[in-house]
């Protein structure tokens, strides 16, 4: 009898009970339903605490269209993990340990993004076996092309622009969309060009708010009253690039607005004289059913994922590259930040297009 | 040859289009072609510096399911409609009356909410043929039992609500959805229903913060660590009902919040320990292709224009009562609101269920 | 305690959850949770062979979106109710009362349409305490301005036409939706209307197909190379509406077309000579998450069955008059059929707008 | 000034406006403006009869979500291409090169499917300079990782089942959904996968209906009465797959059924005594809006299609490899076929999660 544990951490996104989905029941035809599947109660948290479940097989049916994680999830930050809380005492990595063998798993299976991948990697350089897939709405996971989450979240902040739009063009007015991403702006970059907006302000291209309100201005000699900017979360001005890390953190500590967006805003009103409007659909992006391209990625990783306990090859992630499914080492994926590459196709398409990066 | 001209007024909302469509078509029908149909550009302000197009029989073709208004809209007060320009000297009111004129029309349509309604009336008192029809997703045009916009509106409110489900779910949080609404809760109330929050506040019920943190231990108290507050952009609390209008006014300009959802989560946070996530989804509301509901109603309420303009029956708005459409006065509709009544069937049945509307 | 049991009978539709979740939690909240609610396995068939559970109040949590229903559905024509079964020699009435005394219940609570209710009336006048709710994607249920279902079949039938219209005008061809509805054409006149068909064709309205025929032309001759047409799966030509019942019969008997669509479609390009496809959704129509609209007017109807049973009135229908919750006796209800009125509103304003009904 | 015609072939898809703004909003920035875009009318049709328009920059706006082709198109056949209608005499070769050159056009683009790019690589071996896209809901052309309008098609396809998931548990039923796809399985695969089949049925994997009836009964043996077939319209038996082709299209030629679904559904009822449902939503999956995928690669493949008109690079078609853009000859595309891999990872990942392939 094959005994997996399986968790999701870390912030939730479309597509986790998919993914839980495919590698269950592949792990039950795999081994002719000879395999018992714990469900770790909200990431790595039910692992320390030793807060889990013996799932049945019912349990993972229906739950391909459903959103969010049936496991819960929490944020458990990777820098906290070997820290012993001073009160408790409580040493979270032996405790883990403790649970993982408590529980008389042969391997654990991780659902999450960046962060949950540096405790991944962690738990299996301490001897555990992990076998982990890639999600986040952000596309950020590195060693691999896609992670999942990714589509659904693009499509939501398309539809997103799209009804932005018409009320717009109706006013003729200016509007800001606000795209999840602090760190990468693949999503705001898919959603900006899907949704068809006249600027794309990202994390990775620094804007100059004078190059931004030139475009207002342009479009409005060219006979257009409206413009759709999608600004990432993580937006940023070529000042603020221009600082030290501890002086753009004061700087942005000290701002009056509750992000960026409504900083842009103000901005631009004040150089261009138009009203501009915020929207920030927030975490309505990361919720909901998981899109059709996701639900395929996840059932190919999930089985991906079955294929690797099967074969006893631990310490992976399962990545997509080229279209095919690859298994990557834990290491080369924990601690790495896969940004948008200023140059790459898309950006380049879009400016063709002739939609500007503010820069 | 009849002439007929057609403007749509104040904010935009799903269905314009569609019941633009509406009576150009039955106007074609009803006329055997013999009507000519001017689209005046924005509103009021078209009207008043005459800026209006000729229409031809396909513009109204496909626009059925488009978003927006293809005349374009925009706000003009109608506090300000008397009020004469210092600089240009402008007298608005005989403007609209002269270019009705020069046009040669038979008959204006209008297409708008509250405050069009009243410029609306004021315009058939001052002599011209008015019909209109109620358009506004907060449904609180008086005289009739729906305003088009508002189950489109209500359906992606509800979408919202469905999406932070999820995500509120497996994190075990608290959210916050802003629903659109300044003075009547007619929106927030459908969709807080149709997307199953556990605490709904309107305008029209002032809460109690108390109150409403007791709906979060509660629930915690039952195993549940997420709620979900529907939260009007015009909610108020008891201490502000209780205000006089000035010092609300004061009080609400001194606000720290951009809006009233960012102090609520505040004072939850600080009352329950819960950290709280507001989500805003602002102008997203109102933009995108009507529902099928809306489409309906559309194409009725513009049949109804039509056939007032072919009875010569002038000066009322087109109104849905009881599942018939009538006529009502332009008189008994302008300067009115209506309201969410506190003991409306919705409400009751709602707090039949369990939900609190914090009061 | 009291004891309240709850089946769903008959096709399913949207909205099945959310009227169950609606007078559950009613319930709980109505009696304190001082009540026990047995869900009914698979409609009647579930009350005569005695198949039941008890269900506790989570079960009724996060139902809301979903579709179908979670106690099962099967279709006990009522007309073979009475009729005892030769080889098993079983009353099925006398089941159902036994049964329901077993269970000890103070209450059944009966989801259903037509036939439902004939069944459900019967069992009222057998001395049951029944209190139904009328659903349908049909909107067919007497006494009743509106049946749950309803909406949501005709958000999907209208998307379907949406997309079928974005293919036809590329192509310039002729397409034939088929709407669900055999007897009343509620559905296929509100999906017709929302989608822009050219043509409606309902059960109440006979077609001549030389007058569909003469649409197509007249489009062709006003330069539109594309028609839509709408039609009931009970469409009816004019020469089948003067049959007599058991002629009709046989000669639909002898069909070869599997629905009528496809005999319409061949006919059509005998006589006008254009190609013509037919597209046939099928369920599709009364499958997945109920709309907003639904889903207050389930919770309306669960909440009002709650009262109702708290007031021991029994042997009603809730139902929905004039925007207002009514309660309707089942001997009003049973039998009878809510067709389209011919010369209804919607009906007139569809001609209004040029649409045929092939009459 | 550079004269760029462009049209559309074959059946219409999601994204084709979005790639025909795409390429004609990249030429306007390419060659600030000097460049004159012709809308050919229909295809190859508009071409051939001359049947063309001067586009405006204002006629690419707003046309990113809209469903269909603002060209129009038809299909014609490559192999009457060099045949001469007997009646008229024309040429129709000839003609397409004479218009090309009566327009004075330096570059014609393409988009369409697999028979369009045998015309399109005839027509650039007659001399003519050709850029194409690969537009088609069948994934099916060679040389590209991915088509536009696949991914558009395989959400509505997946949406269908979804609905008729809900549906089948419910009454649990057997249910067939038929997808499009005549000679290749990607959108069958992919939305079968998407939507949680039970079985699919491709082109490419003859199925043996002994082996079909199998699973309903290992699923009904397992506690499910439901189950759902996902089934291309080109799927085909092992017998049939063992016929010579004269035979097997004798033996469809003379099949009483309307599509092989209703055929494999007449069977399977025989065989298991389970009642068997049919959806065919047709042409449904490919109409209405992209979605956000299909509008990235539309726009990515437009900006790429007016760089190789800016370089000169003719007789290529844009294309899709390993996520990057390129750009293949045509002579490589025309002809060919991508047939889904029986070996490929979507069907290993399939049949790992017990899903059945009927062989």
Redesign the interface.
């Known amino acids: 009898m094959k005994k997996v544990g399986i968790l999701?951490s870390g912030?939730?996104c479309q597509g986790?009970n998919a993914a839980i989905r495919?590698v269950a029941?592949?792990l039950?035809?795999?081994f002719n339903d000879e395999v018992e599947i714990y469900g770790i109660r909200?990431g790595y948290s039910g692992l320390i605490h030793g807060n889990y479940t013996k799932m049945e097989k019912r349990d993972f049916s229906?739950i391909?269209?459903?959103?969010?994680?049936i496991l819960?999830?929490?944020r458990q930050p990777f820098k906290m993990m070997r820290v012993i809380d001073e009160e408790t005492s409580l040493d979270k990595v032996k405790a883990m340990k403790d649970n993982y063998k408590k529980m008389g798993l042969d391997c654990l299976v991780i659902l999450g993004g960046n962060g949950t991948h540096k405790s991944a990697n962690m738990l299996s350089e301490e001897g555990l076996n992990v076998v982990s897939m890639p999600k986040t709405i952000d596309n950020d996971v590195w060693g691999t092309?896609m992670t999942f989450g990714f589509?659904s979240a693009?499509?939501?902040a398309?539809?997103?622009i799209?009804?932005?739009?018409?009320?717009a063009?109706?006013?003729?007015r200016v509007?800001i969309v606000e795209i999840m991403g602090h760190k990468v702006g693949w999503l705001n970059l898919?959603?900006g060009?899907?949704?068809?907006a006249d600027v794309i302000l990202l994390p990775e291209i620094p804007y100059d708010i004078e190059k931004v309100a030139d475009v207002l201005e342009k479009r409005e000699r060219g006979g257009k009253q409206f413009t759709i900017l999608a600004v990432a979360e993580g937006a940023i001005s070529k000042q603020e690039a221009a600082m030290k890390k501890k002086e753009f953190k004061a700087s942005r500590a000290a701002m009056q607005y509750?992000s960026v967006s409504?900083r842009l805003a103000a901005e631009l009103e004040s150089i261009s004289g138009h009203e501009v409007?915020?929207?920030?659909?927030?975490?309505?992006?990361?919720?909901?059913s998981p899109?059709?391209?996701d639900?395929?990625l996840c059932?190919?990783f999930?089985?991906?994922a079955?294929?690797l306990i099967k074969d006893e090859r631990y310490g992976f992630m399962t990545g997509l590259r080229?279209?095919?499914?690859v298994a990557v080492p834990l290491g080369e994926v924990a601690g790495k930040l896969k940004k948008v590459p200023v140059d790459c196709?898309?950006i380049?398409?879009?400016r063709?297009?002739?939609i500007s990066f503010g820069d």
């Open positions: 999701t912030g939730d986790l495919g029941k592949s039950y035809e795999e909200d229906g391909l269209t459903l959103g969010g994680t819960g999830t929490s092309d589509y693009v499509d939501i398309t539809q997103v799209d009804c932005i739009h018409t009320t063009t109706s006013h003729g509007f898919y959603a060009i899907a949704g068809g509750p409504y409007r915020v929207t920030v659909p927030g975490h309505f992006q990361r919720g909901g899109c059709a391209y639900r395929v059932t190919r999930g089985a991906a079955a294929r080229n279209g095919e499914i196709d898309e380049v398409a879009a063709d297009m002739g």
